[in-house]
């Protein structure tokens, strides 16, 4: 796979930032283990502070990944930042988009929108706001942005009197 830097893909048609969403019951332990943990170390019980701290940090971490995201999407692909590195797609590569709804209750829900590539892998993008128009500039089916509501013109009723 060849590196793209992001001029190649065109002028940016729409940037999607992550959303920082509760993510179920896995947010309130992560914020109860780290409250712990600051509450241990400052009573002095170092090691059951880390402790807290640490199961609060990998708790907590789910959230702060997609929390810290952004799809730009370009004419030619899109580019899909985060935490962990950067994917760089073009549309001739995109083999199907679809979205998937998930109702948890450790993550809570939200929508993924997930990506078909060559050779059957997928990238799966979640957390991310407005999911519906993301696939829908994904796909192709993106439709024409609305334009300013025009007032009907005055129509001439003609007749004699």
């Keep these: 796979m ?10 940016t048609v729409a940037r999607f930032r992550g959303v920082l969403a509760p993510g179920g019951y896995l947010s309130y332990l992560a914020a109860l283990a780290l409250i712990a943990g600051v509450v241990g170390i400052g009573k002095g019980m170092v090691l059951n502070g880390l402790y807290g701290l640490a ?7 789910p959230t702060v990944l997609g929390w810290r995201q952004e799809v730009a999407v370009h004419q030619q692909g899109f580019v899909w930042r985060r935490l962990t590195g950067t ?9 199907g988009v679809r979205r998937i709804s998930v109702r948890g209750s450790m993550r809570g829900n939200y929508e993924v929108v997930a990506v078909t590539l060559p050779g059957g892998r997928e990238v ?3 957390r991310i706001e407005d999911p519906q128009r993301l696939a829908l500039l994904l796909s192709g089916a993106e439709p024409a942005p609305m334009s300013a509501w025009q007032p009907p013109a005055p129509t001439v009723q003609g007749g004699t009197q």
């Design 55 to 61: 199961v609060g940090v990998l708790a907590g971490s």
């Design 87 to 95: 994917r760089t797609v073009l549309h001739a590569e995109i083999q």
């Design 124 to 126: 799966f993008i979640g």
């Design 2 to 11: 060849t590196r793209r830097s992001e001029t190649e893909l065109g002028p």
